[in-house]
């Protein structure tokens, strides 16, 4: 089975409209009904993403695989900086679909922005977090200092009053924060990137 074919299925199966589908993957009716008719248009990659959230199943299925994986939703609460530390608003709740082997009840994702955790976090890369996992020494963490929101590695000194955000990219600064600086410190650990740049 093509994608075509995987689409016009899953629309049997889950009974949604040729109309929402089109308005999902922003694309006139008409098209839509071409693609499915296969009279000469096709798919694009901007699509496939969209077809996957709309469906519930993992971009892989609509690509190739046999195996329909099922997927959930989780929150993108918004940027975290992978460079200098900034405030952002992280109030933005646009559901992002995650596979149901990774999903976890009250994960939710981050985009990355910036380099700093290059060559394993990429800029506009989507960074999976879990609030209710330990972090140890080494842990990649999605912080929040006063309001700044940034993704680092964590380092506690032996005496456990002086942490260290470490960057992977040593062109950028090590943030540490000391007990008795008073600072609102929010941590989750991160579980997952994805590389959302096609």
């Known amino acids: 089975m093509d994608i075509v074919d995987k689409i016009n299925l899953l629309k049997d199966e889950q009974r949604i409209s040729q109309v929402k589908i089109a308005s999902a993957i922003e694309l006139a009716p008409p098209h839509l009904s071409s693609i499915l008719k296969r009279k000469g248009r096709k798919f694009s990659a901007e699509h496939i993403p969209k077809l996957a959230k709309l469906f519930q199943v993992d971009e892989s299925f609509l690509l190739g695989s046999e195996t329909k994986t099922k997927v959930q939703t989780i929150p993108l609460i918004g940027l975290a900086s992978c460079g200098i530390p900034q405030e952002y608003d992280l109030n933005g709740y646009e ?104």
């Open 95 to 198: 559901q992002v679909p995650i596979s149901e082997e990774l999903y976890h009840e009250g994960m939710y994702a981050v985009r990355a922005e910036g380099n700093s955790m290059s060559p394993k976090i990429n800029d506009n890369n989507l960074v999976y977090c879990r609030a209710d996992m330990q972090i140890d020494c080494g842990h990649i963490v999605h912080y929040s200092i006063n309001g700044e929101s940034g993704i680092k590695k964590y380092k506690m000194n032996e005496k456990g009053n002086i942490i260290s955000l470490i960057p992977i990219n040593s062109d950028f600064d090590i943030i540490t924060v000391h007990a008795d600086d008073g600072v609102d410190l929010k941590m989750t650990r991160v579980v997952g990137v994805v590389d959302t740049d096609f």
